[in-house]
Nanobody, 122 residues
Framework: QVQLVESGGGLVQAGGSLRLSCLAS????????MGWYRQAPGKQRELVAI???????QHGDFVKGRFSIRRAPVKNTVYLQMNNLQPEDTAVYYC????????????????WGQGTQVTVSS
C-alpha cells in the first residue's frame, strides 16, 4: 500500500515553532516532488511549499521566510519547519507527493496524506 504519513502537528502559542514530517512508504521507484498544502475551515486548499526532485522549491507567498522545506536524512521523508507561527496559520496541513511506483497495480501520480492539525493560539 502507498501511504503518506504526517506527524508533528499540534497546539502552539503565537510566535512558537513546529516541525512537520511526512514519510512516504510503499512500492516507490522515485519521487518527482513532495511537500505540503494546507486548508483552513471555509477556505480553499493552498500551497505551502513543494520540493521538486531537481531541488527547485515552490512556496506560497504567505511564507515570507518563516517556513522552510527540506529533505530529511530519513529516506522518502521531508520536513516543514515552521517558525513564528501566527493564528492565521491554523489549518490542516496535508502532505502531497508526485510518485513513480514500481508496483504496476498502483498508478503513478499525486498522493495525499490524511493531514495533521496545526492550531496557533493568540
Amino acid at each position: 500500500q502507498v501511504q503518506l504519513v504526517e506527524s508533528g502537528g499540534g497546539l502552539v502559542q503565537a510566535g512558537g515553532s513546529l516541525r512537520l514530517s511526512c514519510l512516504a512508504s510503499g512500492s516507490i521507484s522515485s519521487i518527482n516532488a513532495m511537500g505540503w498544502y494546507r486548508q483552513a475551515p471555509g477556505k480553499q486548499r493552498e500551497l505551502v511549499a513543494i520540493l521538486k526532485s531537481g531541488g527547485q522549491i515552490q512556496h506560497g507567498d504567505f511564507v515570507k521566510g518563516r517556513f522552510s522545506i527540506r529533505r530529511a536524512p530519513v529516506k522518502n521523508t521531508v520536513y516543514l519547519q515552521m517558525n513564528n507561527l501566527q493564528p492565521e496559520d491554523t489549518a490542516v496541513y496535508y502532505c502531497n507527493a508526485d510518485l513513480v511506483l514500481s508496483d504496476k497495480s498502483w498508478q503513478d501520480g499525486n498522493y495525499w496524506g490524511q493531514g495533521t492539525q496545526v492550531t496557533v493560539s493568540s
